[in-house]
């Protein structure tokens, strides 16, 4: 099976705090990395996010979950009603609501 598998010997016990330090820093920069590059950018998007929903207010134009087009007509604490069509309306929670439309998409589509 040594044919498969080098043999690993043992090293002098030469190590310095300086080399038990550099261990680590590829570990440190890794992190580094995953902060600015994917926990940063998620929650300032989570802010918009929550900033956009505590914001809706009757007569905006939104799309909700699903892909569903519509404009709200009440806006409740917890959910709105959205106008879909002429005289259906569906209720959705706040947070269900992915995006708000320029006014005048609603008409258009």
């Known amino acids: 099976m040594d044919f498969l598998i080098s043999t ?7 190590g310095s705090p300086q080399s038990a330090l550099m ?3 590829p ?4 992190f580094v990395a995953f902060y600015f590059l994917l926990i940063r950018p998620q929650t300032k998007k ?3 996010h929550r900033e956009m929903v505590a914001r ?3 007569g905006d134009e939104v799309v909700a979950a699903g892909g569903i ?3 709200v007509t009440e806006a409740g604490e917890t959910f709105v009603s959205v106008e879909i069509a002429k005289g259906v309306e ?4 706040r947070v269900q609501v992915q995006q708000l439309m320029p006014k005048g998409t609603f008409k258009s589509a």
């Open 8 to 14: 690993a010997y043992a090293q002098a016990a030469a």
């Open 23 to 25: 261990q680590f820093a």
């Open 27 to 30: 570990i440190v920069v890794l």
């Open 46 to 48: 989570a802010k918009e």
């Open 56 to 58: 809706l207010a009757v």
């Open 69 to 71: 087009l519509g404009r």
């Open 90 to 93: 569906i209720r959705v929670q």
